[in-house]
């Protein structure tokens, strides 16, 4: 688990950083250069002015461009802490970066001016989609799922850890772990949660929480619900 970014990385080109995750909320500006950030969601090529929001404990790799990257980073108040990653172009740059170096409390303003960034179609417009949904919905062997979505189980397995940075099991496990995380915040006992998210029992849920965020379930529990708190304090 690593707290949020620095304010500023740089980064080489042709680096790349493995699949990771941060317990911080945190809006991320690409200042120069260009990367590709794989995730759950599927990949998003980054580039100047892209400015991307990630929730807490967001898991995703990044693949840098021939020229590296420079990247200027965020934490995210609890008002503007999205569901899931959202990916934004920024209308002006400097001033986005100004906002970045020392006008914080008008981020949102940014945002109400930024664009939703436009994605380019990729294979997850196809196969990729039913592969998804069926290691959300079911507990099929991967071999399986990838024979009815018309893939050989080794092509699929490739080509989910470049698209999304993580193999078909451990993406079937980031699945069922945001679904429980979204779960945290109402009152449903654990165990109810962990049969509802496909995990064995309370005590695989537990494991998977815990290597996953380092805390708990309980522990992870309070702390959602109190940024939801202070986030709905805000919007009365």
Not at 9 to 25: I, M, P, V, Y
Not at 48 to 54: A, E, F, Q
Not at 103 to 125: G, I, N
Not at 179 to 199: K, W, Y
Request: glycine letters at 4%.
């Amino acid at each position: 688990m690593q707290p949020c970014p620095n304010p500023e990385t740089r980064h080489r080109a042709g680096d790349s950083l493995a699949t990771h995750r941060h317990e911080q909320a945190y809006a991320a500006l690409v200042v120069d250069g260009s990367y590709c950030e794989s995730s759950l969601e599927g990949p998003v090529q980054c580039v100047p002015g892209t400015l991307l929001l990630h929730p807490h404990f967001h898991a995703h790799g990044n693949r840098f461009g021939r020229h590296g990257a420079r990247v200027i980073n965020l934490p995210l108040s609890d008002r503007l802490v999205p569901e899931q990653r959202s990916i934004w172009q920024v209308d002006c740059l400097k001033e986005a970066v100004k906002v970045f170096a020392s006008e914080p409390d008008a981020l949102s303003d940014l945002l109400a001016r930024a664009q939703p960034a436009r994605r380019e179609p990729t294979e997850r417009s196809s196969w990729q989609v039913d592969f998804m949904q069926q290691l959300q919905d079911s507990d099929l062997p991967i071999a399986r799922i990838a024979r009815q979505a018309g893939v050989s189980d080794a092509y699929a397995s490739r080509s989910l850890r470049h698209s999304h940075g993580l193999s078909p099991q451990l993406l079937r496990r980031e699945l069922r772990l945001r679904r429980a995380l979204s779960l945290l915040a109402q009152d449903q006992p654990l165990a109810d949660i962990a049969a509802v998210c496909g995990f064995a029992d309370q005590s695989h849920l537990s494991r998977v929480v815990r290597a996953c965020t380092g805390l708990p379930p309980a522990r992870l529990r309070r702390q959602v619900k109190s940024v939801q708190d202070r986030r709905s304090a805000h919007v009365a």
